[in-house]
């Protein structure tokens, strides 16, 4: 099918002989779609010469749903199921872009408690994306024990996640014009245990990699891409920042609160494997310290806006009142019918720039859903990054890019 | 305002010793084994399992009131609701009380992704989702679950609002199955 579909780059018709390692004679191999280190379903045709990487042709689609067709056919509401299965590794913060988006177009604002507990629903699942990929991509390096360490830690923030959400993984836990359910009982203990705790992980973590001297040599100076080249082929978040580019969506456009909280933005200087690592593991250590504020300035009240056009109503009502039983009918037969319009919002999910471009022609299901997901665009600086390179620093490249096929396929 | 990032400080390589790799390697050693002494952290599924919060979101099922009657009244909300389609009714006519009950109400659980959507809109408190993630079958039919085995996996929940109270005491005893 693949052969036939896609044929592989053109080699070049003059190679100089004895220029290259094997006489200018070039293989053409496949690494995935079924490669441990491709996280995912990635397909990568590679065309080597000995072992230097000469072109690397990234073919994506083996995880393709039609995410963005399947949401012309449904409420806005049922929608966000859907979004879990974007970043798998990170729901919560799909979630929370996926709502935003629809906010932005119905112009609803959330109460000030539903902002907070977002924001700890996108720092946690920061953490976790971060240390999921700090624990596979040294894994693919042959660092096997950071993948137990992180892994460790992961289970902390998942229990925490189980106990908010009722999940695990497929978290569906905002909504439109609010949350699914307010924090259960001790959950911001839970929370500001990990917070205590995690810092200490994180320094051992580092201890591990940061000055290990077989980490350095994979990957320092591997896969680098200058800023200019990066801000071209679109890469955002850690991969962006990894060449020095202070660019962060909370910053540069806050939502949900974000610019009162306190934290830097880091950057790195040499835009290679080890310099997006960096950035990653700062990146952490923000987080923590943005969950912590977001603990410290929690405020009381309604998580929900008060919509009965929007937000179904309280389920003892739905119970025994006329009213709010068809209000309940109404919104998850009808929905809800934001104004005719088109806009785009975006998040700094955890990949980088995550975007939901809505059109609305004031029906109850969007005109269009379009979802800019940072992966697929990563992917595109694999060639940028790995021509010229080995072919086990593409693996450190590929790592180091952190790409989510669920994402990329959509 | 242009943003103002931090740099991130980068290792450098340090002196012939390092170059012997190891500093690095025992340093690395000495981390894992410290790790040795600690609590451990790995548990022995299937002996031991998971403690599930509360509001954990396994498998949905149908449950009865105190009087063993079936709550669903087939309002096909769920239906409609259930993001994936997995969720098949027929309605019948019952002869007491509310009227009307699902005559088939499948669960096709190959399908079903757990968002329990149809436990938030339920306007009858009639579809629940227990605890139970461990689901087997050998083929494709196995799996698509029939009212019977959800009533059963459902059981008895009790009602913290009765709202049939004066219906059902104008109806008499009406039970429906």
């Known amino acids: 099918m693949d052969s036939a579909s896609a044929p592989p780059p053109p080699m070049p018709s003059e190679v100089p002989r004895g220029e290259d390692a ?8 496949n690494m995935g779609p079924s490669h441990p280190s491709t996280h995912g379903v990635l397909r990568l045709v590679l065309t080597l010469d000995g072992e230097v990487v000469k072109a690397v042709q990234p073919h994506v689609g083996y995880l393709h749903r039609g995410m963005e067709k399947i949401a012309e056919n449904m409420t806005y509401h049922q929608f966000i199921p859907y979004t879990d299965r974007l970043d798998y590794l990170a729901p919560l913060s799909n979630n929370v872009a996926y709502v935003l988006a629809v906010e932005k177009l119905m112009g609803i604002t959330v109460p000030p408690r539903a902002q907070v507990i977002r924001v ?11 240390l999921l990929w700090l624990g596979t991509g040294a894994l693919d390096l042959g660092a096997a024990t950071v993948f137990f360490h992180t892994f460790r830690e992961r289970e902390t923030l998942y229990n925490i996640i189980e106990s908010l959400t009722g999940t695990r993984l497929t978290t569906t836990y905002t909504r439109v014009g609010g949350l699914m359910n307010d ?21 051992e973590l580092d201890a591990l990699l940061t000055g290990n001297r077989i980490w350095m040599k994979r990957t320092q100076g591997i896969g680098r891409i200058g800023a200019a080249q990066a801000i071209g082929l679109g890469l955002t978040g850690p991969n962006l920042r990894g060449c020095g580019v ?11 609160g974000y610019e009162a909280y306190e934290f830097e933005v880091p950057i790195g200087s040499e835009g ?20 912590d504020q977001a603990l410290r300035m929690l405020p009381e009240g309604p998580i929900n806006i008060d919509d009965p056009k929007v937000i179904l109503p309280k389920k003892d009502r739905v119970l025994t009142k006329m009213e709010e039983l ?57 060639e940028t990054m790995a021509v010229g390179g080995l072919l086990s620093d593409l693996i450190a490249v590929v790592a180091s890019l952190d790409p989510v096929m669920g994402e990329v396929d959509r | 305002m242009p943003l103002k990032g931090t740099p991130v400080k980068r290792a450098a390589h340090a002196g012939l010793l390092a170059a012997t790799y190891l500093p690095s390697i025992l340093k690395g050693m000495w981390i894992t084994l410290r790790h040795i002494f600690r609590r451990k952290v790995t548990m022995q599924y299937p002996e031991e399992t998971w403690k599930l919060p509360d509001n954990y979101r396994g498998l949905p099922a149908l449950v009865r009131d105190d009087q063993a009657r079936v709550k669903c009244v087939a309002c096909f909300l769920c239906e409609y609701v ?7 009714i027929e309605a019948q006519e019952i002869p007491t009380g509310v009227e009307k009950g699902p005559k088939v109400f499948d669960i096709n659980m190959l399908r079903c992704i757990m968002c329990g959507y149809c436990e938030e809109v339920c306007p009858e408190q009639a579809i629940f989702l227990t605890k139970e993630y461990t689901t087997v079958g050998v083929n494709r039919e196995e799996m698509i679950y029939h009212k019977d085995r959800l009533l ?6 009790p009602d913290p609002i009765k709202k049939w109270a004066h219906l059902t005491a104008e109806a008499g005893s009406g039970t429906h199955r």
Do not use: N
């Not at chain 1, 700890?120 to 971060?130: P, T």
């Not at chain 1, 009982?185 to 200490?200: D, I, L, M, N, Y």
């Open chain 1, 22 to 29: 094997l006489h200018g004679e070039r293989m053409v191999i």
């Open chain 1, 120 to 130: 700890i629903c996108c720092e946690i699942a920061r953490i976790s994306a971060h």
């Open chain 1, 183 to 203: 924090l259960p009982a001790g959950w911001t203990g839970q929370v500001r245990s990990f917070v205590e705790a995690f810092p200490k992980a994180l320094d």
């Open chain 1, 246 to 256: 202070a660019y962060d969506v909370r910053k540069t456009e806050p939502y949900s």
């Open chain 1, 272 to 291: 290679d494997a080890y310099d997006r690592y960096l950035v990653r593991l700062a990146e952490m250590r923000q987080s923590s310290r943005i969950l």
């Open chain 1, 326 to 382: 068809i209000e309940q009918f109404m919104i998850v037969t009808e929905g809800f019918k934001p104004p005719a319009g088109e806009i785009y919002h975006a998040i700094e999910a955890p990949k980088g720039e995550l975007g939901f471009y809505l059109r609305s022609e004031g029906g109850k299901s969007p005109y269009r859903l379009k979802i800019r997901s940072p992966s697929f665009i990563s992917l595109q600086a694999i």
């Open chain 2, 82 to 88: 259930c993001p994936p389609k997995a969720i098949h």
């Open chain 2, 152 to 157: 059963e996996m459902g059981g008895i929940r």
